[in-house]
């Protein structure tokens, strides 16, 4: 297994987390909170989605799923169109409701189709390549995948888990 193999492997396991967490539910079970604070599993999918379309997109050149096919007029969010939910507060959180799973999968699966698209040919030397010189020491292009990668993972199983508490009440 060549990196960029071992690449698609870890998004495509991001994916099916993401569909398991959202199988089924009704948009009630989406949108609940298990208190005032916590995030929603459609915030989390929604999250974890616009984060990897926004730094994938950003180091291959090419522009936002959420824009170039128009989810973020689907989604219909009261957010600037580049919002990612990083330090969304909770009022932000619960405005992200959906009327089914499909949605939210729809939209993950649009960027995990362009995201696999990019890194399926990536080459070693490709990931070497310093993308972010704003961090010591700087960021290459192997490390932002890896980053994305851990917080899809860490979101989807957030997700996972709020689904076996609300499955379980």
Do not use: C
């Not at 915030?43 to 170039?68: S, Y």
């Not at 600037?80 to 969304?88: F, H, N, S």
């Not at 409701?97 to 939210?104: E, G, N, Q, T, Y």
């Amino acid at each position: 297994m060549n990196s960029a193999e071992l690449l698609v492997d870890a998004f495509d396991r991001v994916r099916e987390v993401v569909h398991e967490a959202v199988a089924d539910l009704t948009p009630g079970q989406l949108a609940e909170r298990l208190d005032d604070d916590a995030n929603s599993i459609a915030w989390l999918i929604w999250h974890l989605a616009r984060v990897q379309d926004d730094h994938v997109a950003d180091v291959a050149g090419l522009e936002q799923v959420w824009t170039a096919q128009d989810w973020h007029k689907r989604f219909e969010l009261p957010f600037p169109v580049r919002a990612i939910g990083y330090g969304q507060d909770t009022k932000a959180v619960a405005a992200v409701r959906v009327d089914s799973a499909d949605l939210l999968t729809g939209y993950y699966d649009a960027v995990h189709e362009q995201t696999v698209g990019y890194v399926r040919d990536l080459t070693p030397a490709d990931l070497d390549r310093v993308v972010d010189e704003a961090w010591t020491p700087a960021v290459t292009l192997g490390v932002r995948l890896v980053s994305v990668i851990g917080d899809d993972l860490q979101h989807a199983g957030q997700a996972a888990f709020i689904r076996g508490i609300l499955l379980r009440r």
